[in-house]
């Protein structure tokens, strides 16, 4: 038999067993809040299906702690022992996790790679390179025409790639990227600014 979590419904409450030791709350598996809300509501229809207010809902307590259950195995990546709170029935859910997987503080957690620092760093300055480079070229022949007008075109440029800096920095391939980007802006910046020091 599995040994992994397994879903009860106690007391209107959904709670996760593991090897028949104490009870836990399904946030302690850092899950989606939606999803803890949803095993938490279906709790408490259960407790009214068992205590016979509510008989007829029966069955589909059952099909929705199966789907819960489900959405449970899928979040962490293993298998989810489900107990039908009306049959009382053990059913397994979700297949087995991964070798690879650990366990930290009794919760299941996925698989950390390595961080590529060696090919993100090149890619990182590669990026800078070329974005310090073209910036800087543009705000110099900008600058022989307006100072003013150079200076609007990188505030402008700088406000342009601000969202796209913002959302790539979590993204494993495009956070490199992103913080290139981020680099070549600041070195430009920096670059403008010891041009204007430096003798007219």
Do not use: C
């Not at 009870?23 to 408490?44: I, N, Y």
């Amino acid at each position: 038999m599995d040994t992994g979590w397994e879903l009860h419904a106690r007391s209107g409450r959904a709670v996760l067993v593991r090897g028949g030791g104490p009870e836990h709350d399904p946030a302690r598996l850092r899950l989606p809040e939606a999803l803890v809300t949803a095993l938490h509501e279906w709790a408490g229809v259960a407790e009214l299906v068992q205590t016979g207010e509510s008989a007829q809902t029966g069955e589909i307590v059952s099909r929705r702690g199966r789907q819960l259950a489900m959405r449970l195995a899928a979040e962490t990546g293993g298998r989810i022992g489900y107990v039908d709170p009306v049959s009382g029935e053990l059913a397994q859910i979700g297949r087995p996790r991964s070798a690879h997987a650990v366990q930290r503080g009794g919760k299941p957690v996925a698989p950390v790679h390595p961080t590529p620092w060696g090919t993100g760093l090149t890619i990182s300055a590669v990026v800078a390179v070329i974005v310090t480079v073209t910036v800087s070229v543009v705000s110099q022949g900008l600058a022989d025409v307006s100072g003013f007008l150079a200076v609007f075109v990188n505030i402008a440029i700088a406000a342009g790639f601000a969202p796209s800096i913002w959302l790539g920095r979590n993204v494993p391939v495009w956070r490199w990227v992103a913080f290139g980007t981020a680099a070549g802006l600041a070195a430009s910046w920096l670059a403008g600014l010891l041009s204007l020091l430096g003798p007219g």
